[in-house]
């Protein structure tokens, strides 16, 4: 089942918790050539920026469909958030679950009083890319060969008023 953009706003979204791990790195595999292991996962639990979109279902009660790994770093008297890691599973993505963990996300860095929020992502991940765009993320600068296999990364930043 794909959910719809309308269906998003009643996707829930709570912090993870370790009983998710399973399900947030399946579709980390899914959806990454590069994958972070699920040791990586795991540190970050109890962080207020992990949080899990899920989705009801008859059989277990709910289901993961998305996940954001975000946190904030001390910089110069004020936090820098940084957004490690966004994933959708296939099947729910272009539904508005990605947007609305990343706005989720986006709270939680500002709750920490972040002064602005960095992410990099593939230079070839156009849907990514807009989705950062439309929530005032902008192109910084260009890595090059950021990723293992030699992609370059962009920096994009969104500032806090």
């Not at 002064?115 to 989705?131: G, T």
């Amino acid at each position: 089942m794909t959910t719809t953009a309308s269906e998003a706003g009643s996707v829930p979204v709570r912090q993870a918790t370790r009983a998710d791990l399973l399900e947030v790195f399946r579709i980390e595999q899914r959806s990454f050539p590069q994958p972070w292991p699920f040791a990586a996962f795991e540190r970050f639990l109890g962080q207020p920026g992990f949080l899990v979109a899920c989705e009801a279902t008859p059989a277990d009660g709910e289901s993961v469909v998305g996940y954001v790994v975000a946190d904030t770093v001390p910089n110069h008297g004020r936090p820098l958030g940084h957004v490690k890691d966004i994933a959708v599973h296939p099947d729910h993505r272009e539904g508005g679950v990605g947007s609305l963990l990343l706005e989720r996300a986006l709270v939680e860095m500002a709750r920490a009083d972040a002064s602005s929020v960095k992410l990099e992502v593939r230079e070839s991940n156009d849907p990514a890319i807009d989705l950062y765009r439309a929530h005032g993320f902008e192109h910084r600068r260009t890595v090059p060969r950021y990723y293992d296999d030699g992609e370059a990364a962009l920096i994009m930043v969104r500032e806090f008023q």
